[in-house]
């Protein structure tokens, strides 16, 4: 156990519907990433969150939305899915913005059908 | 061209050889990641670098800042090694990492 924790851990819901993953940070953790990896597109950014406020953002589409909430507990929501969004979704915490400490959770495998 | 490039894509080693995966990336890093993602699609950080080497069991990782490469080796390898070995950069502002394809190595017994 990596000490980050993904919900859920399988999801499988139809093209137009709105899902929500969620992920806990590691215990003392400040930093949340989210990371899509598609079989096609590999391994990408979507977004980094420090301490409740977003510090980067990188190929996340506009259907998508994220949030880091005051217990440090952050939310992806995937909106308006379509067949191409089916991926697994990867959490990862660190301690610092600069990430130090770096460790991924289990990841959300999401399928839309 | 990948502002990360990884080879080889794919590898296959008898058990016990000495393996080496390389990563070569074009942009101004912070940090470099080496990741491990099993079959079952968990991943692994195995190290950081910002300099230099290092050395965790039988695995070891360099890197040279100037000439914009790193490389995993991998000692006396075992089947349980078989994963996918994945190189990442870190951004000069650190919020961000960017992979490269990955190579999949399996080891045969």
């Known amino acids: 156990d990596s000490g980050v924790t993904q919900t859920p851990k399988h999801l499988i819901t139809a093209t137009g519907q709105r899902v929500t993953l969620r992920c806990s940070p590691r215990s003392g953790d400040l930093s949340v990433y989210w990371y899509q990896q598609s079989l096609d597109q590999g391994l990408q950014f979507l977004i980094h969150y420090y301490n409740g406020e977003e510090r980067a953002k990188g190929n996340i589409l506009e259907r998508f939305s994220a949030q880091q909430f005051p217990d440090l507990h952050s939310e992806l929501n995937l909106s308006s899915l379509e067949l191409g969004d089916s991926a697994l979704y990867f959490c990862?915490?660190?301690?610092?913005?600069?990430?130090?400490?770096?460790?991924f959770g289990s990841g959300t495998r999401l399928t839309v059908v | 061209k990948n502002e990360v490039e990884q080879s080889p894509q794919n590898l296959t080693a008898q058990e016990g050889e000495f393996i080496t995966i390389n990563c070569s990336y074009s942009v101004g890093i912070s940090a470099l990641h080496w990741l491990q993602q099993h079959p079952g699609g968990g991943i692994v950080s195995l190290f950081m670098?910002?300099?230099g080497k290092k050395k965790h069991g039988r695995l070891i990782a360099t890197i040279n800042i100037q000439e914009k490469h790193s490389s995993l080796h991998i000692t006396a390898s075992h089947p349980r090694d078989s994963a996918v070995y994945i190189c990442a950069v870190r951004n000069n502002a650190g919020n961000m990492l960017t992979f490269g394809g990955g190579t999949r190595l399996m080891v045969k017994p």
């Open positions: 990862a915490s660190s301690v610092d913005p600069a990430g130090y400490g770096y460790t």
């Open positions: 670098l910002s300099s």
